[in-house]
């Protein structure tokens, strides 16, 4: 079984940009997390996603969205970059939901904003 | 919300010595995970261990959830166990997962 794929893996913007960044869950899993990880805050819930619907969100600006297709595939966007943003962004995939079923993590996508 | 600590934060052995990291958490939970951070970032599963002890190889987990921690054993360690290790659990309303600090693990050859 394929696992969890994230694209682009790497990504350098600019101050004032927006980006997207994709994830494909494993086949099957219906719920969808994001993370942002960076070294002075370590670890940090974004928001979750489960059958195209946002059930849970971290404390993160508005400028952070992102949307869950009906195939489970999930896209998050930022706009208006700022330089605290660079950081890596992790998506996770569970089954029904984090907090009762193994949650797998994808490999990634690095953001560097300039 | 829940709070999970882990210790030490930073650890030097070298290849071929046992170890064993530490996981508190503030609450009591259902669900609890060990991942290995590898040096490109990404997140490998090792345990899924809400409670009692699973084994894998070298590697080896404990969680007491009654008492609020979690340890796991890394024995005979070589250069590739390198890294960061955290646990996560479940926050109180089981919607995500809170990761704790991390463990820097450094093996020397």
């Known amino acids: 079984k394929a696992g969890v794929t994230q694209t682009p893996r790497y990504l350098i913007k600019t101050r004032g940009q927006q980006v997207t960044l994709s994830c494909s869950p494993i086949s099957g899993h219906r719920s969808v997390s994001w993370y942002q990880q960076t070294p002075g805050q370590g670890l940090q819930f974004l928001f979750e996603?489960?059958?195209?619907?946002?059930?849970n969100k971290g404390n993160f600006p508005g400028r952070f969205s992102g949307r869950q297709f009906s195939n489970s595939r999930s896209e998050m966007n930022v706009s208006t970059l700022e330089l605290g943003d660079s950081a890596l962004y992790l998506c996770?995939?569970?089954?029904?939901?984090?907090?009762?079923?193994?949650?797998?993590f994808g490999p990634g996508t690095r953001l560097t904003v300039t | 919300g829940i709070q999970v600590e882990q210790s030490p934060p930073d650890l030097i052995l070298q290849e071929g010595a046992n170890s064993t990291l530490r996981c508190n958490f503030s609450?009591?939970?259902?669900?609890l995970q060990w991942f290995h951070q590898n040096p490109w970032g990404q997140l490998i599963n090792l345990f899924y261990?809400?409670?009692g002890t699973k084994q894998n190889g070298r590697l080896s987990a404990t969680t007491v959830a009654t008492e609020r921690y979690s340890l796991l054993y890394i024995s005979s360690s070589q250069t590739t166990d390198s890294g960061v290790y955290f646990c996560?659990?479940?926050?109180?309303?089981?919607?995500?997962?809170?990761f704790g600090p991390g463990t820097r693990l450094s093996v020397l050859p």
């Open positions: 609450d009591s939970v259902n669900n």
């Open positions: 996770a995939s569970s089954l029904l939901a984090p907090g009762s079923d193994e949650q797998y």
């Open positions: 261990i809400p409670s």
């Open positions: 996560a659990v479940p926050d109180n309303y089981g919607q995500n997962f809170v």
């Open positions: 996603y489960f059958s195209e619907t946002q059930r």
